[in-house]
């Protein structure tokens, strides 16, 4: 009965702690990001230290490396951006067509003519035209300023975590009894840890994503093959859904550039053996099993992510998760959720490549 009890209070404590990250997304989201991308540069920062550097002056040069590496993957996309964009006006003409022929289509199919359908279009878009177009230009300009003030907020939590990490730490230290310091402190280095090489990965499988979809894209005959291999390769930062959105936009942009059914399959082609390898070999070799949560509760993660926070909560789900399964198989009270959304039997830490010597060994 105690245990039962148990249960329900930390389902209780659940269900509150997921309403508070719901009202104080606001706050939370940019400390969130920063937290992780300081557990991502920790390493970085300590190598500088080791070199001599101060703190601040360690701090300060990772948050400039983050910054230096996001311009540097902007000003790639914006030079494929301005090719891209010569091609705007073919691709109007082209978009124009497809309009007319679906237009025509809808007419034969459902009789309704072109004239009734181009009033129903002017239905949707004419009251208050002029009102709407201006409440819409106010959003896009809040947005942007809410985006540009929440980066520069970022940027400084950065630098603060970094700068603060082992004041923070000794905190966390300091609110738990004296025999619990030993396992706090592993608890700490574990949940940095899965984090790091978790981003660390999922940065450099990007970067090969990036290679592998430039090739397979060019050899395909997609135009402008690497500015969409760059923007399938970021989208993979969202979890299952960026992957099919940026080989949708792709598929969408060569039937828009004229593509025939050949090279619409050849980039359908492209993107599941580029995920197939990145299933079987990237993933093991580059990300690891570093959090190793079963498929179940990673898709609700996933899921339950989105629906607090959107597009960063899903971002940010899957590394959570694995904090906080490390959190709970070490604290007695929680080992049987970490159980619960544990993967099944052990896992091992090590890539592919491990696995293949360790089959030559055998033999």
């Known amino acids: 009965m105690a245990k039962l009890q148990r249960s329900v209070l930390v389902l209780f404590l659940l269900f509150l702690l997921i309403s508070g990250l719901y009202f104080a997304k606001e706050f939370l989201v940019p400390i969130t990001i920063s937290g992780l991308f300081a557990m991502l540069f920790i390493g970085f920062s300590n190598y500088l230290e080791s070199k001599g550097l101060s703190r601040g002056v360690s701090a300060f040069l990772s948050v400039f490396t983050l910054v230096l590496s996001v311009a540097v993957i902007i000003y790639l996309l914006s030079l494929q951006l301005g090719e891209f964009s010569t091609n705007v006006d073919t691709m109007k003409q082209r978009l124009g067509q497809m309009l007319l022929d679906v237009k025509r289509w809808v007419n034969n199919t459902v009789g309704i003519s072109m004239k009734q359908q181009d009033d129903m279009l002017k239905q949707q878009t004419e009251p208050g035209s002029a009102g709407n177009a201006g409440s819409m230009a106010a959003a896009v300009a809040s947005s942007i300023m809410g985006v540009a003030v929440n980066m520069v907020l970022g940027l400084v939590y950065m630098f603060l975590l970094l700068y603060y990490r082992s004041h923070i730490k000794k905190f966390i230290l300091k609110i738990v009894p004296d025999e619990q310091l030993k396992r706090t402190d592993e608890v700490v280095h574990d949940?940095?840890?899965?984090?790091?090489?978790?981003?660390?990965?999922?940065?450099?499988?990007?970067?090969?994503?990036?290679?592998?979809?430039?090739?397979?894209?060019?050899?395909?005959?997609?135009?402008?093959?690497?500015?969409?291999?760059?923007?399938?390769?970021?989208?993979?930062?969202?979890?299952?859904?960026?992957?099919?959105?940026?080989?949708?936009?792709?598929?969408?942009?060569?039937?828009v550039q004229g593509g025939d059914g050949g090279m619409?399959?050849?980039?359908?082609?492209?993107?599941?053996?580029?995920?197939?390898?990145?299933?079987?070999?990237?993933?093991p070799l580059v990300v690891g099993e570093q959090v190793s949560v079963n498929p179940l509760f990673t898709i609700m993660a996933i899921v339950l992510g989105e629906l607090i926070w959107g597009v960063p909560g899903m971002i940010l789900a899957i590394p959570g998760i694995g904090i906080i399964k490390i959190i709970c198989d070490n604290v007695p009270e929680l080992k049987p959720y970490g159980f619960l959304i544990g993967s099944q039997g052990k896992k091992s830490n090590t890539g592919i490549l491990d696995k293949i010597k360790s089959v030559f060994k055998k033999n």
Request: hydrophobic residues 60%; contains cysteine.
């Open 191 to 255: 949940s940095a840890r899965v984090a790091q090489k978790y981003l660390s990965g999922l940065s450099l499988m990007i970067v090969m994503l990036w290679v592998l979809y430039g090739i397979g894209f060019s050899i395909v005959g997609v135009e402008n093959a690497i500015f969409f291999a760059v923007l399938c390769g970021i989208l993979e930062i969202v979890p299952f859904v960026g992957n099919v959105t940026g080989t949708s936009l792709t598929v969408l942009a060569v039937v």
């Open 264 to 283: 619409v399959a050849g980039v359908l082609g492209t993107y599941f053996l580029i995920q197939f390898t990145q299933t079987y070999i990237l993933e």
